[in-house]
């Protein structure tokens, strides 16, 4: 009697297994879709959203998955052997081709379970691959996006790792910041995070699925084209793919720990999606809130430093309780981060620069300006009224005179079609864009690079391609005005004949420079 009870266990978790499989695949799913899963280490595809893929990636749903992962996992020095161990893992769990597998090499995005990744820096990271034209949408136009939804960790991670709980505050950011300036209209990307559940939870393998399964028919569902919630179980073939993923794919990670987590963990074979709710832009009341908490900070001292008037400076003050303002006004630093961050992402980049520089606080919440961000403002009012350049090497801003007078025309003008590869002086030099000997004009007069002491210098000497100090003749510049606008320094012949236009180039005045801090 006992062993035909016991023979029959096998069977019976068979079958409830191959029920469960087919139930899950009765919830709606995505279709037709380009999908985006981002991970943050490579044999986290395996890991936790196998399920996921080998749902997603089947020949009949249409769908274009790719996987983006934000860092190789280098913290053992195995970088290079991961990056192809991912690529392994993906093809056997259903991506096209290893093409549609990218891992990035960032040093802002380590490794580490110390380590929080800026969420600013992976929205740029987004921006940059999947919303290139963002800058030069209008905001009367629907925002546009090579990507229809994003799938990544929620805001716990599933083990609480650092780098998985940036991927959520990353990919909210670049909602946001793709939302910017296009309030009314629909976000083009969907974010689905992976639930995290209880560590109890965590390990019950397939007999978890009963309660994801009551948790999800409960849920508050939406279908549509982006349904949520997302429920896929793996049937027995399926977690064998799995778990052949981290076994042959991800050899140098099969230590004693993983295989218990590939033989108990759920998300081996089921993983439940929601989708985040994303806002298209700050609500109204988000906005008038903000300006009205903006506008009781600049008038906060104005209340308390108001004249008492001569009618009423013989009477008795009112006590504060019985008074119109029963509390002052919150300083701008006691206000809650998220609203800090609010508030920077509706600030233009001159505006960001300027907040950084007041407290530690707002540097080490607003990450240095990329140089997309850098070429979208020099299209500003501002940065034309102080005549200000993007240099690429430096990735940041330079008054016009930093730089060759070939630099700021043609091709290379502002919203020029090689803006972007526009070099200051320094930087031409030190990059060796800028070979020994050439010929630069600068401020509408000829300089020259020596080509033996290698110092840019308005003395050019007798002899092709050396300065005034290295050739043995007189100078070949004549008595002419050193500056083509507006300016009142001339140049005089009693000039030091060693003169270094690298070294007086950064010595004008800070003013209308913008550095990146």
């Not at 279709?31 to 080998?54: C, G, S, V, Y």
Request: hydrophobic share 35%; charged share 20%.
């Amino acid at each position: 009697m006992n062993w035909t009870v016991w023979a029959s266990v096998p069977v019976l978790i068979f079958v409830f297994w191959m029920y469960t499989s087919t139930l899950g695949a009765s919830f709606p799913t995505l279709q037709n879709k380009r999908i985006l899963l981002l991970i943050a280490h490579p044999d986290d595809e395996a890991m936790f959203f196998a399920p996921t893929l080998l749902a997603l990636t089947r020949p009949e749903r249409g769908n274009h998955v790719k996987i983006l992962c934000l860092s190789s996992g280098d913290a053992d020095g195995l970088g290079e052997i991961r990056k192809k161990e991912l690529v392994k893992s993906g093809l056997q769990l259903g991506i096209g081709s290893k093409e549609d597998i990218l891992v990035v090499e960032d040093k802002n995005f380590p490794d580490s379970m110390t380590v929080t990744w800026h969420p600013r820096l992976i929205s740029n990271l987004l921006t940059t691959a999947f919303a290139p034209n963002m800058t030069s949408i209008s905001s009367k136009e629907a925002p546009q996006a090579t990507v229809d939804a994003i799938i990544t960790f929620d805001a716990h991670g599933v083990s609480d790792h650092p780098n998985h709980k940036s991927l959520h505050d990353g990919a909210h950011t670049f909602l946001k910041a793709l939302m910017h300036r296009h309030s009314g209209w629909e976000c083009p990307v969907k974010l689905y995070t992976l639930t995290t559940t209880s560590i109890f939870r965590k390990y019950l393998s397939l007999l978890d699925a009963p309660i994801t399964i009551i948790g999800a028919v409960v849920r508050k569902k939406e279908l549509g084209g982006f349904p949520t919630p997302l429920l896929f179980v793996s049937s027995p073939v399926g977690y064998r793919t799995a778990q052949k993923a981290m076994t042959t794919a991800h050899e140098s990670q099969m230590r004693w720990f993983r295989w218990g987590w590939i033989s108990l963990s759920r998300y081996m074979v089921l993983n439940d999606l929601k989708k985040e709710k994303t806002a298209a832009c700050f609500s109204s009341s988000r906005s008038a809130y903000i300006a009205q908490q903006a506008a009781k900070c600049a008038g906060e001292e104005t209340h308390s430093n108001r004249k008492v008037s001569t009618k009423n400076r013989s009477q008795k003050p009112v006590p504060r309780a019985q008074g119109l303002h029963t509390m002052s006004s919150p300083p701008v630093l006691r206000l809650p981060v998220e609203l800090h961050l609010e508030i920077v992402s509706l600030l233009d980049l001159s505006s960001k620069v300027n907040l950084a520089f007041t407290t530690r606080y707002f540097k080490s919440i607003i990450p240095p300006p990329t140089h997309v961000e850098f070429l979208a403002a020099e299209g500003t009012t501002w940065a034309k009224a102080r005549q200000l350049y993007t240099c690429k090497g430096c990735i940041r801003f330079h008054h016009w005179k930093n730089f060759a007078d070939d630099m700021r025309k043609g091709k290379w003008c502002r919203s020029g079609t090689q803006a972007h590869a526009r070099f200051c002086l320094k930087c031409g030099v030190r990059d060796a864009l800028y070979a020994p000997g050439t010929l630069l004009t600068i401020c509408n007069r000829v300089n020259v690079l020596c080509s033996l002491c290698e110092i840019l210098t308005d003395q050019i000497g007798d002899r092709d391609g050396r300065c005034a100090a290295c050739s043995p003749g007189p100078s070949r510049n004549r008595n002419c005005g050193y500056f083509n606008n507006d300016d009142d320094d001339d140049w005089r012949p009693e000039r030091a004949s060693d003169r270094n236009h690298l070294r007086d180039m950064y010595d004008w005045s800070e003013e209308g420079r913008l550095h990146r801090y």
